[in-house]
């Protein structure tokens, strides 16, 4: 095999890499810690403020 071959299965191999840590990252933020989807918020926006009413008094 030449030196072009092994320098396109490094490059093959890096933008499988990368292509899979991007759409990895980018499906990632789309959940908050609690595993629901923060473009849905608006749905559920009532969970939200009674969780953060549930957590406040937890700490108290």
């Known amino acids: 095999m030449s030196f072009g071959d092994?320098?396109?299965i490094v490059?093959?191999?890096l933008f499988s890499y990368m292509?899979?840590?991007i759409v990895r990252n980018n499906f990632l933020s789309?959940?908050?810690d609690k595993?629901?989807?923060k473009d849905l918020v608006d749905?559920?926006?009532d969970d939200y403020v009674l969780d953060e009413?549930?957590?406040?008094?937890?700490?108290?």
């Open 6 to 8: 092994y320098v396109y």
């Open 43 to 45: 749905e559920y926006e």
């Open 35 to 37: 595993q629901r989807r």
């Open 19 to 21: 292509t899979f840590t």
């Open 30 to 32: 789309k959940f908050d």
């Open 53 to 60: 009413k549930e957590e406040a008094s937890k700490k108290d």
């Open 11 to 13: 490059a093959i191999i």
